[in-house]
């Protein structure tokens, strides 16, 4: 997910009740939440760098508890050397429960990006295995809205009591009504998930069967989702709503599987598409030969929805004459990075 989800999530567990179990929860929250993605110092070696070491080591099970202990250590003692709280009623700094709280805030940053359909690998360095829910949209702005308003109710709120006189209400409830939706938002999608997969599956496709499936979320409709199927020929995109009564398999863009040549064999060979073959769900290559030698272009169609202006995660390798490397290059945006 975006950092400003993370960090609006953080704050919803902080005001949830964690910061009332130690002093500087909501700082080690708004870190803990965000340290995994210290990995974009590697964006300065590249696109395809950035996309090898992205939502790595500082995105599995071992290095989200590391850093969490990073965190723990500095918010601590820093926290040992500053002064007092002004509030009598701030509650004290408590180093298990602070030690919970960045736990809590680094593992969600996993669970959070685990959601999506970049998908994270938990199990590093001892597995480079991907795994993906699939059920979110990296930037959701419905998420974002009923984080925002969750946040935004102890606020409304203290107003509302000050016009009338009562006495101030709690402030949980806003972190709570915020996580509450997080987690219906999540189920509602995921029940939309599993119905699309569901569909595409009852159908064959110009005659052949379904190998694999895949659903992909879309930025703000729960129900609008993306069908990807691959067949022994070719791979098939098509819309799907989970509210609809089914699919239509005669509406989809094929992308027809090319079949082997020494031009595509060696733009393979490259560190560019070593990278990408990695990473990539639903592999898709073109070669197309022009007057200067080959073009060979790589995509992962997960990304690469109807509507979509410019499919994303892209890999563009050309060749002389004699299959050597003239150029390679990876984008995430499908243009030059």
């Known amino acids: 997910m975006d950092n400003l989800?993370?960090?609006?999530?953080?704050?919803?567990?902080?005001?949830?009740?964690l910061n009332r179990k130690t002093r500087y929860a909501a700082l080690a929250l708004i870190v803990g939440v965000n340290i995994p993605d210290i990995d974009i110092v590697t964006r300065?070696?590249?696109?395809?760098?950035?996309?090898?070491?992205h939502r790595g080591i500082t995105h599995s099970i071992l290095g989200v508890t590391i850093l969490a202990a990073v965190v723990f250590a500095g918010v601590y003692f820093w926290g040992r050397s500053a002064p007092p709280p002004r509030k009598a009623t701030a509650p004290p700094l408590n180093r298990v429960w602070l030690l919970a709280t960045c736990l809590i805030a680094t593992f969600s940053h996993l669970l959070m990006d685990y959601t999506n359909s970049y998908g994270v690998r938990p199990f590093l360095p001892f597995s480079g295995r991907w795994v993906a829910w699939d059920i979110m949209f990296v930037v959701d702005p419905l998420l974002l809205g009923l984080l925002i308003a969750g946040l935004g109710m102890p606020a409304v709120f203290r107003l509302v009591s000050e016009e009338v006189g009562a006495r101030k209400q709690p402030t949980r409830s806003g972190g709570v009504f915020a996580l509450c939706c997080l987690m219906g938002l999540w189920g509602l999608r995921d029940?939309?998930?599993r119905r699309v997969l569901g569909m595409l599956d009852s159908h064959s496709y110009a005659n052949e069967n379904p190998l694999r499936l895949g659903a992909f979320p879309s930025p703000a409709n729960p129900f609008a989702w993306t069908g990807v199927v691959e067949t022994d020929s070719t791979f098939q995109i098509l819309s799907a709503n989970a509210l609809a009564d089914d699919v239509d398999p005669e509406h989809t863009t094929i992308f027809h599987k090319p079949e082997s040549s020494p031009a595509l064999e060696a733009a393979m060979k490259t560190r560019t598409a070593a990278i990408f073959k990695d990473f990539a769900r639903f592999l898709w290559s073109q070669v197309v030969e022009d007057e200067d030698g080959y073009e060979v272009t790589l995509r992962d169609l997960r990304f690469n929805s109807p509507e979509a202006r410019f499919p994303g995660f892209v890999v563009e390798i050309k060749l002389d004459k004699d299959l050597r490397v003239r150029s390679e290059s990876f984008s995430f945006t499908g243009r030059q990075d």
């Open 5 to 17: 989800t993370h960090t609006l999530t953080g704050l919803a567990m902080s005001q949830a009740g």
């Open 44 to 53: 300065l070696g590249g696109s395809a760098t950035y996309l090898k070491y």
């Open 191 to 193: 029940f939309a998930h």
